[in-house]
C-alpha cells in the first residue's frame, strides 16, 4: 500500500449504531488529519493530530471520537450519529518539523469514507 | 486568521476552450497557496502550490496558477482543457507552520469549483 488509505470506502449505519473508520498512512509522517467533506460546503477540519498529540478539535460533537494510537493510524470513532453527519469524511497526513523554521504544510488525502447515516 | 473565496461554484465548458478558476484569499500574515483537485470518487490531490519566488507556477498536466499579492488573488487557468480535467478544484491558504506540533500550519479552503468538460 502507498499513500493514505482509508476502510471503509462506503457505510451504512443506524442512529443507534457505533462503527469506526480507519485511516492508515505510508508515508512516514508525523501528522493526522480528519476533515467531513458535506455537499456546497468547503472542507471541515474536524481534528488535528501531530507528533501523536490532539493539537485541534474543531468544536466537533462528542457523538465523533478520534484516536490517534500512532503516526501511521487515525481512527474516528462513531455512536449514535444524525443523519446530518451523512458525509464523504476525508483523512489526510503531512510532516510537521520537529526543529525550528517555518514551514508549509502539504496535505496528502486519502480517497475518503463515504457515509450514510438512515 | 485566513479566509478562502471561489468565486464560481461551477464552470462548464467545452473540451479545447480556455479556463480560469478564480481564487481570492485574504490574510493578516504571508500566507503559501494551492490548488488541489478532486476526480469523483476520490480524495484531494496536490495541483500545484505557490510558496516563494516566481509567481507563476505550474503543474505537470498544463495547469498553471499566479499569485498576485496586491490582488490578493491566486487564479488557476488552463489554456485548452481536455474531458479528463473534469472534477472539483479547491483553493486552499496556509500560514508558515513553526517548530513543534502545535503549529503545524493550518490549511483553510475554499468552497471548491466543479469544473465540467464538454465534448
Known amino acids: 500500500e502507498t499513500g493514505v488509505t482509508q476502510t471503509p470506502r462506503h457505510l451504512v449505519m443506524g442512529m443507534t449504531n457505533k462503527k469506526s473508520l480507519k485511516c492508515e498512512q505510508h508515508?512516514?509522517?508525523?501528522?493526522m488529519y480528519w476533515y467531513k467533506q458535506s455537499a456546497k460546503k468547503p472542507l471541515e477540519l474536524m481534528f488535528v493530530y501531530s507528533l501523536e498529540e490532539r493539537v485541534e478539535n474543531n468544536s466537533v460533537p462528542s457523538r465523533f471520537s478520534p484516536e490517534c494510537p500512532n503516526s501511521s493510524h487515525l481512527f474516528l470513532h462513531l455512536h449514535t450519529l444524525q443523519p446530518e453527519d451523512s458525509a464523504l469524511y476525508l483523512c489526510a497526513s503531512s510532516q510537521v518539523p520537529k526543529d525550528s523554521g517555518r514551514h508549509y504544510n502539504e496535505q496528502f488525502f486519502g480517497p475518503g469514507t463515504r457515509l450514510t447515516v438512515l | 486568521a485566513q479566509s478562502v473565496t471561489q468565486l464560481d461554484s461551477q464552470v462548464p465548458v467545452f473540451e479545447e476552450a480556455p479556463v480560469e478558476l478564480r481564487c481570492n484569499y485574504s490574510?493578516?500574515?504571508?500566507?503559501?497557496l494551492f490548488w488541489y483537485v478532486q476526480y469523483p470518487n476520490q480524495g484531494l490531490q496536490l495541483l500545484l502550490k505557490?510558496?516563494?519566488?516566481?509567481?507563476l507556477v505550474e503543474s505537470i498536466n498544463g495547469f498553471e496558477a499566479e499569485f498576485n499579492k496586491s490582488q490578493t488573488s491566486f487564479h488557476l487557468r488552463k489554456p485548452s482543457v481536455h474531458i479528463s480535467d473534469t472534477a472539483e478544484y479547491f483553493c486552499a491558504v496556509s500560514a508558515p507552520g513553526t517548530a513543534g506540533g502545535t503549529s503545524y500550519g493550518k490549511l483553510t479552503f475554499g468552497q471548491g469549483t466543479i469544473l465540467t468538460v464538454h465534448p
Open positions: 505557490y510558496l516563494s519566488g516566481s509567481t
Open positions: 490574510s493578516s500574515v504571508s500566507v503559501y
Open positions: 508515508l512516514g509522517h508525523n501528522a
